[in-house]
């Protein structure tokens, strides 16, 4: 990495010129910092001429959030290109194209998706996507069924596990997700108005022994080359269409853990919908239309799953009869579970959602967080014996009602 340095602004408007076929010559190309991820520098470069745009996005030796006091690897900039190429393969309409990676700079150039909105914004003006469960169900299955040893060479496979080896990015999920947020921890940041429900949180052994399970699943099931980090900054919608970014948490780990984080999303701006609307009719309707998306979206993910399993299996063992019903019920009890652990850190662990922290009503608030702390530690709770995804609905409808 001896050439690496931070892009300055012109440097990032001249290296997105030499990126061929995308402006006009001569075009008077404008630069913006975008500042909302957490951990890397984002620049779009855009030409306002021809309305052409494209995204540099370049890693920092650190964590951007924290600082340069936490070092981080510039090698997730190869991870995140990498597994972009491999989900572009499989799902090349929800993706970015990405159209150079330059290892020295730990820099990647991709398409400019500014006419998409992230999704997370989306949720919060309470805006519907009726193809949204349809898109994701298909991203999740293929992704997570074609990297999977159902579908690989085990010998393949297992060098692919080797090359998204992903130990620091990997370790920032096991702190903040499956650590902190059960005990009492620098790590955790949270209104005073709720201490008396995190409290119960770091005591209650019978919830610690679910998350160290989970855990154990999150450390050893390598199980398909998982995005790794599937909030809803993470992905860019519009009517007609979804596109996921921003894999760098990329690794082969449980497949549950990718379905859970967009479930958890979900779930967390059901919680938050309290503070959105006074109207106590509009809040229901909204919420009902999230539970139907996250019913859909399981439902549109496991019939996907099977279908590309009974049609794509390479794994001989694959056609032993139950295999198949027994991997997807305990893909569902996983999927619960991971789904409970992120919105529980999501509260008052180091990283919140703007569905909830965004609420100005202090007391709605308080209401918004204490639900999304009760639902995510029910979904946990119940991970081992859940049988359907009607269950999720139930905990959700249960906590506020
Ligand atoms: N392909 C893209 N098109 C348009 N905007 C993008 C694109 N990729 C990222 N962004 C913008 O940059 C922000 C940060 O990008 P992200 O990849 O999430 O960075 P980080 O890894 O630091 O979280 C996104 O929230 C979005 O606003
Ligand atoms: C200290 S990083 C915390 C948090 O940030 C990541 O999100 P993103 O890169 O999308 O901004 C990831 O969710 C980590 O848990």
Redesign the pocket.
């Known amino acids: 990495m001896g050439n690496y340095h931070t892009l300055t602004q012109a440097e990032a408007v001249e290296y997105a010129r030499g990126i061929e076929g995308v402006f006009p010559a001569g075009a008077q190309l404008k630069s913006r910092k ?1 500042g ?5 520098h ?1 620049f ?1 470069i855009s030409d306002p001429a021809s309305g052409r745009g494209l ?1 540099l ?1 370049q890693a920092l030796p650190y964590v ?1 959030v924290v600082g340069e006091s936490v070092p981080l690897t510039l090698d997730r900039v190869r991870i995140e290109s990498e597994a972009l190429r491999i989900q572009g393969e499989l799902c090349p309409d929800l993706t ?1 194209k990405v159209y150079a990676y330059k290892p020295d700079l730990a820099l990647m150039v ?5 006419d998409h909105i ?1 999704m997370r914004r989306g949720l919060m003006e309470r805006g519907r996507y009726p193809l949204f469960a349809g898109h994701i169900g298909s991203f999740l299955a293929r992704t997570l069924f074609f990297t999977s040893d159902l579908a690989m060479d085990l010998q393949e496979k297992k060098q692919r596990v080797k090359a998204f080896i992903n130990p620091e990015l990997c370790n920032i999920t096991e702190d903040l997700i499956f650590d902190a947020p059960y005990k009492k921890s620098r790590m955790n940041i949270f209104e005073p108005h709720i201490r008396d429900a995190v409290e119960r949180i770091w005591a209650d052994t019978e919830l610690h022994l679910e998350v160290a399970l989970l855990r154990e699943i999150f450390l050893t099931k390598a199980q398909a080359l998982l995005h790794g980090d599937l909030h809803t ?2 992905i ?1 919608i519009k009517l007609d269409s979804t596109k996921v ?2 894999p ?1 948490f990329a690794y082969y780990g449980p497949m549950g853990f990718d379905i859970g984080t967009v479930i958890a999303n979900l779930l967390l701006n059901y919680s938050g919908q309290e503070g959105w609307s006074t109207d106590a009719q509009e809040r229901t309707d909204y919420r009902r239309y999230l539970l139907d998306t996250v019913r859909d979206l399981w439902t549109q993910f496991e019939l996907r799953f099977r279908e590309l399993w009974n049609g794509h299996a390479a794994d001989r063992m694959a056609k032993t009869r139950g295999y198949q019903d027994l991997y997807v019920a305990r893909l569902l009890q996983d999927t619960i579970g991971f789904a409970g652990a992120k919105m529980v850190s999501r509260v008052h662990g180091f990283i919140h959602v703007a569905d909830i922290d965004h609420i100005e009503d202090a007391a709605a608030r308080e209401r918004a967080q204490r639900i999304a702390l009760e639902i995510g530690a029910a979904l946990i709770k119940r991970n081992r014996s859940a049988r359907s995804i009607e269950e999720v609905l139930e905990i959700a409808l249960k906590a506020v009602n």
């Not at 909302?36 to 890397?40: I, P």
């Open positions: 975008i909302d991820g957490n951990l890397n984002v779009h995204i996005k951007k970015p991709m398409e400019d998706l500014s992230i900054d993470n860019f970014i921003d760098e």
